[in-house]
């Protein structure tokens, strides 16, 4: 019996020794774990921010665009005004119509 006990309390030490190890290593993953999301989210962060930035880029280019457009069509219309107020003035009349056929 002597001998059994032998193997037991060695089987305890070892299994307590290996809990231990295992509780160190598993701090470790958790530890790697972290890291590898403080990573992601850092990533995230700065593709975020890239994003917002083109778009941002994106806007101010659309916006001088529409500048750029406006200006063309007042001088347009100061150019010719006569013009313009006959256009203006056909394109309420085929809008009145087709409001007028679809009220009908």
Do not use: Y
């Not at 290593?25 to 083109?54: K, L, M, P, T, W």
């Amino acid at each position: 019996m002597s001998h059994l006990n032998r193997h037991v309390k060695s089987g305890t030490h070892h299994s307590t020794k290996s809990a231990a190890e295992v509780s160190d290593n598993g701090g470790s993953v958790v530890d790697a774990i972290a890291e590898g999301a403080s990573a992601v989210a850092r990533d995230v962060r700065e593709a975020a921010g890239q994003v917002a930035q083109r778009v941002e880029e994106k806007f101010e280019q659309g916006r001088d665009q529409v500048r750029c457009c406006e200006n063309r069509f007042e001088e347009s219309v100061r150019s010719r005004p006569l013009a313009s107020l006959l256009i203006a003035a056909g394109i309420g009349v085929i809008a009145g119509a087709l409001w007028r056929r679809r009220q009908s």
